[in-house]
């Protein structure tokens, strides 16, 4: 099982809104990432988790908040949100953050955040 | 800092032809990891590829292989045999040590039947 699930598949929130996204694995991968991906760009990387830990935060404004309440288990709460934060948000999970070849990141299928 | 650059932002084949995707990268590194990730309209990222950096050996995957160049930093995508379910965006990966991922622009393959 290769598989990273991610909920809702689509959001659409006022900028005064809170929301939160939702990623889950059964791999027993001990690192966890969010992306956000613009239309025709390339995911852009927001957050890593490692072993439950936050371990980079790519300078991402705090209206995004990660958390990891376990190792299965990855969520992004959302609040005042603004329009140009409409994107997809994508998922991924590698078995941990090290260099072993085998350490590839299996990604979710993203949830499509509009905001009005 | 790591980039990589793919200069195709879309490129065409014909069903069953051969089509290949460039990609460039720089790095300081020498111990890396190089990725081709393919992204269908459903959206999810799905792994074609993978070629480790001290590996000389171009990587194979059924229809998909590599050409790295390490000394050039180059690692060119073909796809043999081109099927309609291969349109998607493609877009080559660079991992570092540190195992943060750098992605390349992307290039939009469309198969005419």
């Known amino acids: 099982d290769t598989e990273v699930t991610q909920t809702p598949k689509h959001l659409v929130m006022g900028m005064t809104n809170k929301k939160s996204l939702k990623c889950e694995q059964h791999m027993g991968h001990r690192a966890m990432y969010w992306y956000k991906q613009k239309a025709k760009k390339p995911p852009e990387l927001m957050f890593v988790y490692s072993y439950e830990k936050l371990s980079i935060n790519e300078s991402v404004p705090s209206r995004f908040s990660p958390e990891c309440p376990n190792s299965s288990l990855l969520n992004l709460h959302l609040h005042a949100l603004q329009p140009e934060d409409s994107a997809l948000y994508l998922c991924?999970?590698?078995?941990?953050?090290?260099?072993?070849?085998?350490?590839?990141?299996?990604f979710g299928a993203g949830t499509r955040l509009s905001v009005l | 800092a790591q980039t990589v650059t793919q200069s195709q932002p879309e490129m065409s084949v014909q069903e069953a032809e051969t089509v290949t995707l460039s990609c460039t990268y720089d790095?300081?590194?020498?111990?890396?990891?190089l990725f081709w990730y393919k992204q269908p309209p459903s959206r999810q990222m799905i792994l074609v590829i993978r070629?480790?950096?001290?590996?000389?050996q171009n990587a194979t995957e059924n229809r998909f292989s590599v050409n790295f160049q390490k000394a050039a930093k180059s690692f060119s995508l073909k796809i043999s045999d081109s099927q309609l379910g291969d349109a998607a965006m493609y877009f080559c990966?660079?991992?570092?040590?540190?195992?943060?991922?750098?992605f390349g622009t992307g290039t939009s393959l469309t198969v005419i039947p």
């Open positions: 991924a999970s590698s078995q941990d953050t090290s260099r072993l070849a085998k350490n590839i990141q299996y």
């Open positions: 790095t300081s590194e020498s111990d890396y990891y």
């Open positions: 990966a660079y991992r570092s040590p540190g195992n943060q991922f750098y």
């Open positions: 070629q480790e950096a001290y590996k000389q």
